[in-house]
Structure formats: C-alpha cells, structure tokens
C-alpha cells in the first residue's frame, strides 16, 4: 500500500495536528511518517487491528512515546518536547486506574486537590453529575460495575478540565451489552462537555457508533479517514471494504468506461457507478466490483422475471443459510464468486430459499463500488495473515 497523507479541517485552527510524526523502534517502523489534523471539538477514532500502530500515535499526542520523527501540535502550540504532565491532555485507559481505598468523589477529586485546590465539591459534583453517578459517590471502585468505573476514569480525566481527552480502549473490558450502552454514553459525555475526543479501538461498530470521523489505520499508517457512513459506502481500499462490516468482492473485467463503468464477471453484466470507482478502475483491465450483503436481495430462480429492470444480477445457489431473528445470512456460491454474502431482513421470507436452490441475486447498481484489482481480497478479513502479526510496539 503506497503512503496515505490524511488532513480534515484545517490545520491551523485543529486542536490536535501531527505533522510528519513517525515511531520505529530498531528494525521494526509502528507509524510511518503521518499527517493527520483532528478538529477541535469532535470525536475522533482512530480505528485498526492490533499491530497497526494505532496506540503507538495516541502515545505520541499523550507524550508516553517520543516521535522518530516529526511534530505534535495541541492547537498552535508544539508539545513534541513536553512531558506528559505539561500537556493539557487526559488519558483513559482500559483498566480504569482508580485508587481502590478511596471513594467515588475522592477519586474524582484526586487531580484537583493534587493542584492544591482547597475546594473541590462544586466541580466535583458537577462532574459525578455529568456522569449520572450521583446516588453511588460514597462508594468505592470494588461496589460498581465495569461500565460505572470507566465512567467515574472518564469523570477525573475531565475534571481537569484538559484540551483533549484520550481513550485508549476504554471499552475492551466490558461485555456487549454493556459495552453499547456506554458506547452512548460516551457520545453524550463528549457532546456535553464539548472538547476533543480522541477514541482508539480495534472494534469497527464502537468507532462508527460514537466518532464523527475516523482513521482506519493498517500497518502504520492511515488507510482511509473520513465520517463512518462515507468509509462504509464508499471504502477506497479492500482493506477498508473488509474491515468495515462485510463486503463482497467480485473479480470483473471493465469493457466500458464512462458515465458509468459497465464490466464483466461470471459470464453476466455489472454496471457502477464512475464516482464510486478508484481511478485504477476507470483506466480499464480488471477491477474488484464491491456491494454490501445488505444491499442484496434474493429472488427465486423461478421468478427471476419479477426482478425489476436496470438492477444487477447474478445467478448462483444457496449453499447455506443462517436465521439469525432481525435477518437471515445467506451463502451463495455463483460463477462470479464463491460464497457471496447476502443478508435479508425476516420480513417476508420465502420458505423456498433453502441450501441447493437455484436463486438470483440482484440490487440497485448505485449500491456498487469498484476497486482496484491489485490488492488482495482478503486484507481486512479475519484470513489475512498480515492484519494483526504484530502486537502494538507500545
């Protein structure tokens, strides 16, 4: 992959820019030399999975890790050179760190009265308030559950009142359903408070659920940066195709470029649209033709004349099924690929749609995007080797 430079906003005014900050450690390069300006005021995630060197440029803002290379600007201000304590920025981190003896308030009072500020309460109970804990102040950490003690870590990070606040993995802890909650409560925290968040995470529902935008981090540097629902629809590369939810990648060839790119793939058709192409694809040759499984639908062989024209098609069969309550997941295996992704909501299912049924698959072709066919189909997927070799150096 060839070296991505990512800006948003702009630069002079972001409350948090890295300029050309790199991070080896002896043979082994975690972040390659990297752009990258956060606005002030948003939630910003950087997503990827271990290895990528995500944590390893969190480190770099908080200043726990010197840069290699390059420079950290909080605002105007460069803060390369600065500890970590000189920074006006609070870390979060996965196990929570609070102090076992001491109490809810106490422990969210501990950066204030460190400063030697004498009267704590106001801000305090503003704070335990903010984060809807205060039937629980007189407790200790032992007495609240997972996503209550991330809340009081989040709560004494902000009492400082910090320029950005950093969450590293703040959620990895907790279990699903837990997790989803404070997903929300999280958004609603930062909404509140207003200042910069920056959230790193391997898990691609939490960084699209609660991030404005986000950078999808893969061998140390950015693959694609952008607000989550531009990186679903239209993901750049297969990495982000894969590592955002699901996709199907068809291999086809391009025998017709302009307005719309119309290819070839398993002896039948394809049209997409030119501007979700790379330009890699409108040069011609081959071309990976991507859709969504949700943007599928599934029709029996039988009633393929039903299918409504100008859609496109493929013709396979089912090769397994799995009801699942809010939809039903689909494998079909076709002469434009094997094992194609489908999922369909359990509206009106038909009862006909069983493993070996010969079926057509069809959707709108502005749901269809084209990459370029030299990268791998598998990068970003649970089978590429390459993805997660490397713990984060940090």
């Known amino acids: 992959m060839t070296d991505k430079t990512a800006h948003t906003g702009n630069t002079g005014g972001g409350d948090v820019r890295l300029s050309g900050i790199s991070k080896t450690y002896g043979s082994f390069t975690a972040v390659h030399p990297l752009d990258l300006t956060i606005p002030q005021g948003?939630?910003?995630?950087?997503?990827g999975a271990s290895g990528c060197g995500k944590t390893t440029t969190l480190r770099m803002i908080a200043g726990l890790e010197d840069p290699t290379t390059g420079t950290v600007f909080l605002g105007d201000r460069d803060v390369t050179d600065l500890p970590?304590?000189?920074?006006?920025?609070?870390t979060v981190f996965q196990s929570y760190a609070l102090f076992p003896h001491m109490d809810i308030f106490e422990n969210i009072a501990f950066g204030l009265r460190r400063r030697g500020i004498k009267s704590v309460k106001p801000?305090?109970?503003e704070m335990i308030e903010l984060v809807q804990l205060g039937e629980h102040a007189h407790k200790k950490p032992h007495q609240l559950s997972g996503g209550q003690q991330q809340r009081v870590a989040v709560a004494r990070a902000l009492i400082n009142h910090p320029q950005v606040l950093l969450l590293d993995e703040p959620l990895g802890a907790l279990d699903l359903k837990l997790r989803r909650q404070m997903q929300l409560?999280?958004?609603?925290?930062?909404?509140e408070v207003g200042i910069t968040f920056v959230h790193v995470t391997h898990d691609q529902e939490e960084a699209m659920t609660m991030a404005d935008q986000v950078a999808v981090m893969n061998g140390g540097r950015v693959e694609q940066l952008g607000a989550p629902a531009d990186l679903y629809e239209n993901p750049q590369t297969t990495f982000v195709a894969n590592f955002l939810g699901t996709s199907n990648l068809i291999e086809?060839?391009?025998v017709e470029t302009g307005g719309d790119v119309l290819v070839t793939a398993g002896g039948g058709k394809l049209r997409?649209?030119?501007?979700?192409?790379t330009s890699a694809v409108r040069a011609g040759g081959k071309v990976l033709v991507g859709v969504r499984p949700e943007k599928i639908s599934l029709t029996h062989a039988d009633d393929a004349d039903e299918i409504a024209a100008g859609r496109n098609r493929v013709t396979g069969r089912i090769a397994d099924s799995s009801f699942i309550g809010v939809s039903t997941q689909y494998v079909v295996n076709s002469?434009?690929?094997?094992?194609l992704q489908v999922y369909e909501q359990n509206i009106e299912r038909d009862s006909r749609l069983v493993p070996g049924t010969e079926v057509v698959l069809h959707w709108n072709p502005a749901h269809t995007f084209g990459l370029d066919a030299?990268?791998?189909l598998l990068a970003g997927t649970v089978g590429d080797a390459g993805a997660e070799t490397v713990e984060d150096a940090a």
Request: net charge neutral.
């Open 374 to 376: 030299a990268q791998s």
């Open 123 to 125: 801000q305090v109970d």
């Open 84 to 90: 970590p304590y000189k920074r006006p920025v609070n």
């Open 272 to 277: 997409v649209p030119g501007e979700r192409c």
């Open 335 to 339: 002469p434009a690929g094997a094992e």
């Open 42 to 47: 948003s939630f910003f995630a950087l997503l």
């Open 252 to 254: 086809a060839e391009v």
């Open 185 to 191: 409560e999280l958004k609603r925290i930062q909404t």
